[in-house]
Structure formats: structure tokens, C-alpha cells
């Protein structure tokens, strides 16, 4: 929930005693909930991306996304996919665009950029979380799949990286993160996808295919070594790499995003 710190640090200031009890617990979550008695200045929203053929909705907490997790792309970011251990970044769990299925959702063009570039993922949903997961216990954590675009203002991102400072601006901004329904795993006729094509398309033009089992880290490997770093929590979700070729996209270009599997996704730069 990206108002973590604005309700923790108003707990603080309301009831220094809610907030020892909650930490003396070790209960993260609780931790973020209003002190009994107390009153939020205004309504904040809660993020959701709906479950297929359901009423019912998931709640983002985080949005994680891996850096770099097929050879070919790493190669074409000049990284060497040899030698590199994962690593990740956020975007605001208020960056998601849902885009539901068998439509073309228009997404908006965003500001600063002249170079703004797809990158089809396929995204992790996880309903139970942890620290220090083993790999062979981290697919335990994971709800469902969706198809997701990491769309990314390169321009910015390059020039950050440059200059040696944070990615922040190249990659979380508002609607960056456009998703489709989550799909249970328990309605996954194949289970976990751990192989199977992922492609691109512009204006029906192949531009990135590959196969889900070309990533240099697996998910149960992407969700253990994250957990490594932070404590994962029902609702965090994972974007987890793209293939190579990325390239960019102006107004009027149309965007399909497949997986084996799952519902196309598609989007219109307006
Ligand atoms: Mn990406």
C-alpha cells in the first residue's frame, strides 16, 4: 500500500502505544491498520486488479519487478547475463492500469518522454508471503497469473542509470503498470507457468516472442531471492522480466500482449 509511511507516521504521532504493541507482535500488517478509535482525514483507495470469471478482486500491496531476466534482453541492455544476480525494483501499487480482456484499453502516452518502450511480463500474484523462502517452497505463495506490460520511459531510465542515479522516473509513473485479470492458479488447467510462449505485437507486427522457460531466474527463484531483501506479503505482485526486443511505441500504435494460456492483452497509446 503506497500509504504505509503516511499512516504509520500518523500512528505515530496518534498512538505511539498502538504502534509498539503492533511491532512487540511482529505483525507487519496490523501495524498498518488505524489505531482503534481513530479517524482517517480522507479516503485513500485501495488497488485491485479483478480475478478472472469472478466477482472477486486482488488487493496490491507491492508491485516488484526483476530486472533483466532473459539472456537475449539482458545482452541488448548491455548487461552479461552470465555474471549478474537478480535484481529488482518497484513501481507504486497506484501504477496499475487493469485492462480487461477482449477490448483495447486506451494508455495514455506519458509526459518527458521521446523514447517510451514495451516490455510484455508475465506477472506473479502472491496470497501468502514470508522471509527467507526456500526456492523449492516459494510457489506455495503464489495465487494466480496475469499478462502485464512494464511500460518504461527508456529515455529517462538510460539517462538515470548514466548519471548513476535511481530509475525512479524511467519506470514508476502513473499507469505504468497495465495488467490483465489475475487468473487463479486453481483454474490453470497447466498449473504454474513455467514455459510456454510470451510474445509482442505493434500494430500486428511480431515484435518480442520468446518462451516463458528462456527466464535466467525462475519465478520460485525470483520470489526466494526477494524475500531475501524484503518480508513478501499476500498482495504483493511480481512482474517478472521481459524478453528481447523491446522498442517503442508513439499515439495511434496498438499493443497485444500474449501468453499461452492466458487472454490477450491489448492497448491503445493515446
Ligand atoms: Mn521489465
Not at 518522454?113 to 517452497?137: F, S
Request: proline share 8%; charged share 20%; with cysteine.
Amino acid at each position: 500500500m503506497k500509504d504505509t509511511t503516511n499512516r504509520r507516521s500518523a500512528l505515530l504521532k496518534a498512538s505511539g502505544i498502538a504502534v509498539a504493541a503492533a511491532s512487540f507482535a511482529g505483525c507487519g500488517t496490523a501495524s498498518q491498520q488505524p489505531a482503534r478509535g481513530s479517524r482517517e482525514i480522507f479516503p485513500l483507495k485501495t488497488t485491485t486488479i479483478p480475478i478472472a470469471n469472478t466477482d472477486a478482486v486482488f488487493p496490491v500491496r507491492r508491485i516488484y519487478c526483476i530486472g533483466r531476466n532473459y539472456r537475449a534482453h539482458a545482452i541488448e541492455m548491455g548487461s552479461n547475463p552470465d555474471r549478474e544476480p537478480p535484481f529488482f525494483f518497484q513501481k507504486p501499487s497506484d501504477a496499475i492500469q487493469f485492462v480487461p480482456p477482449g477490448s483495447i484499453s486506451d494508455h495514455p502516452y506519458p509526459s518527458l518522454t521521446k523514447n517510451y518502450h514495451y516490455e510484455v511480463e508475465l506477472v506473479v500474484a502472491l496470497h501468502k508471503g514470508g522471509k527467507n523462502i526456500p526456492t523449492d517452497r516459494a510457489l506455495d505463495c503464489v495465487f494466480g497469473y496475469a499478462v502485464g506490460l512494464d511500460m518504461t520511459r527508456r529515455d529517462l531510465q538510460r539517462a538515470m542509470g548514466d548519471q548513476k542515479k535511481p530509475w525512479e522516473i524511467g519506470k514508476s509513473f502513473d499507469s505504468s503498470a497495465p495488467v490483465g485479470p489475475l487468473h487463479p492458479l486453481a483454474s490453470l488447467v497447466g498449473g504454474h507457468f513455467q514455459k510456454g510462449e510470451i510474445s509482442l505485437s505493434v500494430n500486428g507486427q511480431t515484435k518480442q516472442k520468446a518462451d516463458l522457460n528462456m527466464m535466467i531466474w525462475s519465478v520460485a527463484e525470483q520470489i526466494s531471492n526477494l524475500s531475501q531483501a524484503f518480508e513478501l506479503h499476500p498482495g504483493d505482485i511480481i512482474y517478472s522480466g521481459t524478453p528481447e526486443n523491446v522498442g517503442p511505441v508513439v499515439p495511434g500504435d496498438v499493443i497485444a500482449c500474449h501468453i499461452a494460456g492466458l487472454p490477450s492483452l491489448s492497448v491503445r497509446i493515446v
